[in-house]
């Protein structure tokens, strides 16, 4: 089977002619905030193969949307690999919006990737501050989460995403 990408627009068209079927791949409080209209939230941890192509109708094509692009990615190779057919949503969510085109809007939430970035940020400055006033083995704390970011960026996996991911305010 295949993985391709597709425009928002392209996507929009699709869905409207019963062609696609739409999965969100975020994190529920990310669906809660803002999602494409007729999206079927299914986070990433919690892709379920059997469950996406039960619900999946004939003829149609699934089209996973995320934040950006990059979880959809993550998703698209694991149904490819299961023998789905499935494609991309070009720059995910944002996009969607962006493009105008039908969005659900509810609670606002703070998005993972910020997320991240706070918790890094902190843990940074903690292992700074206590390593000058306590003991300077705290600075590798800091050397710890500039690695773990390094590699997020290298590989397209943040571990630190995922741990926040399954937190009870992101459920």
Not at 42 to 54: C, F, G, K, R, V
Request: hydrophobic share 45%; proline share 4%.
């Amino acid at each position: 089977m295949s993985q391709s990408s597709s425009s928002p627009t392209a996507t929009f068209q699709r869905h409207s002619q019963g062609q696609a079927h739409l999965i969100d791949v975020r994190t529920p409080a990310e669906y809660r905030a803002l999602h494409a209209e007729g999206a079927q939230l299914m986070p990433l941890d919690q892709l379920n193969i059997d469950e996406i192509t039960a619900s999946v109708p004939a003829g149609a094509t699934v089209h996973l949307l995320c934040q950006s692009g990059n979880r959809a990615k993550m998703a698209a190779e694991k149904l490819t690999l299961a023998g789905c057919n499935c494609v991309v949503v070009e720059g995910g969510t944002k996009a969607w919006a962006s493009a105008g085109l039908p969005v659900v809007r509810g609670k606002a939430a703070v998005s993972l990737e910020r997320q991240v970035r706070i918790v890094a940020g902190v843990m940074i400055m903690i292992g700074v501050a206590l390593g000058f006033t306590v003991h300077p083995n705290w600075f590798y704390l800091s050397g710890f989460v500039g690695a773990g970011l390094t590699f997020a960026g290298i590989t397209d996996t943040c571990m630190m995403g995922m741990l926040i991911g399954k937190c009870p305010w992101n459920r």
